[in-house]
């Protein structure tokens, strides 16, 4: 059983992350840290993966707050 061309050609199988998308996420998970109480100022000088951090367990944020 042989593996067709559709399936080997990269991109078509697994789409390439755009600039613009991951921009967005960013912004979404930036709201949501607001949402959960967290000073718009501090989020804004936090980078992603602090952002991400973060948000893996809300609980934590709303007990500081």
Partial sequence: MGRSRTLSKKPMTRPK??????RRRDRDQQKRLVALGVAPEAVAKMNSREVKDLLKRPKKIAIKS
Avoid: L, M, P
Avoid at 17 to 22: D, Y
């Fill in 17 to 22: 992350k755009s600039a613009a998308e991951r």
